[in-house]
Every structure is written in C-alpha cells, then in structure tokens.
C-alpha cells in the first residue's frame, strides 16, 4: 500500500502561481512514476494528466501547461512538486496526486486538492 498525502491548493488570480506537493509513504517501489492529474467541475469532465515524472527523471506534461508548469521530484523524501505558474480560471480544477507502481501496474491516488483560479 502507498499513501499519498497533498498540500498546497487554494484560491488565486488569473496570472498567479501555486505550488503543489505530494508526500508518498508506505511500499515505495524503486522504479515508480509520480504526478499530478485534475478534474474540473464542469458535467461529464474527466480526469486529465497533468504532469508525470518518473523515478528515472523522465516527464509528461499536458498540452494545455506545457510552458506554465513544472513538475520535480525529490526521490530522497518521496515527494512530488508541481509548481504553476501564469495559472489561468481553466486550470480550476481539483488537483489529484498519482503514484503508479510500474512493477506492480496500480495507481494510488491521493484525496486531491482544489485550486481555484479566479479571472
């Protein structure tokens, strides 16, 4: 089992920046990939990829904040970043943190975190 545990959301504007972080504890597998996904409130709205980074320091960023955002990784302490920056009310949304043990094939979730952009 993997706990994930998130801080770091909140309420700002248009143009502002919030950092995101994910602490990991519990079965921490060696090779692993950690990151962020979100679900805005709009009906029918899915889970998206935000960024992802594995334990090999390779990254994934969506589209949509490839520019904006920038995910790190300290695998000493298990923890994910996402710093973002020139946020806009689009990226409002609840923020998911993501543990995918790769041997194992599972994603952990955390309980997710909400930011709210306001314009």
């Known amino acids: 089992q993997v706990q994930l545990v998130e801080s770091g959301g909140g309420l700002v504007q248009a143009g502002g920046s919030l950092r995101l972080s994910c602490a990991a504890s519990?079965?921490?597998?060696?090779?692993?990939?950690m990151g962020w996904y979100r679900q805005a409130p709009a009906p029918g709205k899915q889970r998206e990829l935000v960024a992802t980074m594995t334990s090999g320091g390779l990254t994934n960023y969506a589209d949509s904040v490839k520019g904006r955002f920038t995910i790190s990784r300290d695998n000493a302490k298990n923890t994910v970043y996402l710093q973002m920056n020139s946020l806009k009310p689009e990226d409002t949304a609840v923020y998911y943190c993501n543990y995918y043990a790769t041997r194992m094939h599972y994603h952990y979730w955390g309980q997710g975190t909400q930011v709210t952009v306001s314009s």
């Open positions: 519990g079965s921490i597998g060696s090779i692993n990939a």
